[in-house]
């Protein structure tokens, strides 16, 4: 069975410094992983997303996220966030063996951007 | 461009009472879902369905029901209402070739 554990639950962070989100999954197969994010009484939006072949993966808002297959890790980092980037984010795994159409979510990560 | 569409947005029930979440969707996707999200828990699956007709039970299907006669539709029912029940439900879809859900604004639903 597969899962994923989101490292830390809230992160505090100034405006224009960076930031890195950890991620890190488990499963016995093959997997697609992906970022959501979602902002205050909002549902989720897809940030990013691994399915295959470069492990440096580039989404929207500036955000990028590393596959590392041998830490079973996919880390999503901004090399500069803004206030508007506060919002909870979600990693999430789903098994690529079976097309991947079921998703696993982490319990989310709060990024709180602070002038 | 409307793409995942749930109501209604907020609804507050009493205990034993029931009502259906309903979920529409017009990007013609077969795969529809059903979350809930609880604070600090992240996303639970309650129910999914693969095509019109097909459904399946996720991680926490107990005290639900959904069906799928349409492509489009795909509502949540809760026959017995429960405050364990007291959530934010979310419907997601997403396309045979897309990896990736599109979900909608979510139901916030309290039961007291």
């Known amino acids: 069975a597969q899962s994923v554990t989101q490292l830390d639950s809230q992160v505090p962070v100034f405006e224009e410094a960076p930031v890195e989100l950890r991620c890190n999954y488990s499963?016995?197969?093959?997997?697609?992983l992906f970022w959501y994010v979602q902002y205050p009484n909002q549902g989720l939006q897809l940030l990013l997303k691994?399915?295959?072949?470069?492990?440096l993966v580039k989404g929207i808002n500036g955000f990028e996220a590393e596959f590392n297959k041998s830490q079973t890790s996919f880390h999503l980092r901004k090399p500069s966030v803004h206030i508007s980037d506060t919002a909870e984010y979600f990693c999430?795994?789903?098994?690529?063996?079976?097309?991947?159409?079921?998703?696993?979510f982490g319990a989310g990560t709060r990024l709180f951007v602070k002038a | 461009n409307a793409g995942v569409t749930q109501t209604p947005k907020f609804r507050i029930l009493k205990i034993g009472q029931s009502m259906t979440l309903q979920c529409t969707q017009d990007?013609?996707?077969?795969?529809m879902y059903w979350y809930r999200q609880d604070p600090g828990m992240g996303l639970k699956l309650i129910y999914y369905?693969?095509?019109?007709?097909?459904?399946d039970k996720g991680e926490v299907p107990n005290g639900y029901n959904v069906s799928r006669s349409t492509t489009e539709d795909f509502p949540l029912r809760l026959e017995l209402a429960a405050p364990s029940q007291t959530s934010v439900y979310f419907c997601?879809?997403?396309?045979?070739?897309?990896?990736?859900?599109?979900f909608g604004s979510g139901t916030r639903l309290t039961v007291v």
């Open positions: 499963s016995s197969v093959s997997v697609y």
């Open positions: 999430a795994v789903s098994e690529a063996n079976t097309g991947g159409f079921k998703t696993i």
């Open positions: 691994y399915l295959s072949g470069s492990t």
């Open positions: 997601a879809s997403r396309g045979q070739e897309a990896y990736g859900y599109t």
């Open positions: 369905s693969v095509g019109a007709g097909i459904t």
């Open positions: 990007m013609n996707h077969n795969y």
